[in-house]
């Protein structure tokens, strides 16, 4: 099993961002898909999931102005993407991408994203 994830970045506040994040190793449209990230000295947290339905569900905190981000993905592609706008120099993380389904449980690598002036 693999999740590779790519577009981190350093970006200026108020730019945008889309990253990536494709699996291997298993059936990835069976899979609940999500980004979560963790800035330095903090708790990982939720920013957006995607189901195998394609419901969609933010972080309300990491969302907020709500509609900054969002999440999508393409089940051909074995690839799901976080398109980040607006984005604030509080939005600096190491951003992962999970794959979920019942007791499987897979996380990425982390790419980096820095909102900097």
């Known amino acids: 099993v693999q999740l590779v994830a790519s577009g981190g970045g350093v970006v200026q506040p108020g730019g945008s961002l889309r990253l990536s994040c494709t699996a291997s190793?298993?059936?990835?449209?069976?899979?609940?898909m999500s980004w979560y990230r963790q800035a330095p000295g903090l708790e990982r947290e939720l920013v957006a999931s995607i189901t195998s339905a394609g419901r969609t569900s933010v972080g309300r905190t990491t969302n907020y102005p709500t509609g900054r981000f969002t999440i999508s993905r393409d089940n051909a592609k074995n690839t799901v993407y976080l398109q980040m706008n607006s984005l604030k120099p509080e939005d600096t993380a190491v951003y992962y991408c999970?794959?979920?389904?019942?007791?499987?449980?897979?996380w990425g690598q982390g790419t980096q994203v820095t909102v900097s002036s």
């Open positions: 999970r794959a979920s389904k019942l007791r499987d449980n897979y």
């Open positions: 190793g298993f059936t990835f449209s069976d899979y609940t």
